[in-house]
């Protein structure tokens, strides 16, 4: 892949040209997904719920046995926002994390070193559009199992075959369905279905528990909107009359189509507009405060 001569990266505090970076061969995030990461949103340069995102990483770390190097993130991510002129647009950052590089074996070895890197980029504008106007997403046949499905890890063969399988039906998303018939979450996203006045959305036992998520589940509370946590199944999506998917890029999306199935109307409903509208307001009162947790 040709990397573009402008594009810098943050590698264990350094930032660099990207052509530059050098990662080990023997890193064992590159050897065994021996590693996490975390994508954070950023507004005109503030990174939304940074605490919230490097709690997560932290907790998974510690459950992993990976130290998390005690860096500056804030500045980290202001210095590499800055090198690639993307303060005063909406864009993304990457931090990964890995074991670091070691001797080939499964077996960790005791005292790691780790690896810690930072990308970013724009924001997709598609993603504007598909707030607007609703998206299609696609159901598919496995899901992502066990209790590292709660664990943002580096292995993420499930989501790229999701993600394949999206492409090629025009999809933006794809939600893993387990052998019981269960709707989990999306590759990237957790999933909320509206009925009959009602918020839904899965437990988070066996799903990434996502920022995002816990956000629109504070918003709605506060906005007087009845919500469960139960599990979901394609029949109730199907007759839901809304659904939405929420992520940290993508903030909360409508879900027009599942597979070729139209949800309601085809229109996107007051409830999802509601939450969208609440959501924006938290991020402006976020920015305008200058708070980053």
């Known amino acids: 892949m040709s990397i573009p001569a402008a594009t810098y990266v ?20 590159l050897l065994y997904g021996d590693g996490l990461f975390e994508t954070v949103r950023c507004y005109n340069g503030t990174p939304l719920a940074l605490r919230a995102h490097l709690g997560r990483l932290r907790a998974s770390a510690r459950f992993l046995g990976i130290p998390v190097p005690g860096r500056p993130w804030a500045r980290d991510i202001d210095r590499l926002l800055r090198r690639n002129r993307l303060l005063s647009t909406d864009a993304w950052v990457r931090i990964t994390l ?46 992502r199992h066990g209790f590292l499905a709660e664990h943002k890890v580096l292995d993420y063969l499930p989501g790229i075959l ?7 039906h025009e999809a933006f998303e ?53 919500l469960v946590e139960r599990p979901l199944k394609a029949r109730d999506l199907y007759r839901a009359d809304e659904v939405f998917v929420t992520s940290s890029l993508a903030e909360v999306v409508p879900v027009m189509m599942i597979d070729d199935r ?32």
């Open 10 to 29: 943050c590698l264990d505090g350094a930032v660099v040209p990207a052509s530059r970076a050098k990662v080990s061969v023997f890193d064992r995030g």
């Open 174 to 226: 794809a939600l893993y369905v387990d052998e019981d018939g269960l709707v989990t979450e999306g590759t990237t996203s957790n999933i909320f279905a509206c009925r009959r006045g009602r918020l839904v959305t899965p437990p988070v036992t066996g799903v990434l528990p996502g920022v995002t998520r816990r956000f629109v589940i504070e918003l709605a509370a506060a906005a007087g909107l009845r």
């Open 262 to 293: 139209q949800i309601r109307d085809g229109q996107v409903g007051p409830r999802t507009r509601r939450l969208q509208s609440l959501y924006r307001q938290l991020v402006d009162k976020i920015l305008r405060k200058g708070n980053r947790s």
């Open 98 to 143: 890995t074991r670091g590089a070691a001797a080939p074996g499964l077996l960790p070895p005791r005292q790691p070193q780790p690896t810690a890197f930072l990308i970013a980029g724009r924001v997709d504008p598609n993603v504007a559009v598909v707030q607007q106007r609703g998206a299609r997403v696609i159901l598919l046949p496995f899901a």
């Open 162 to 168: 999701g993600r394949v399988m999206a492409a090629r």
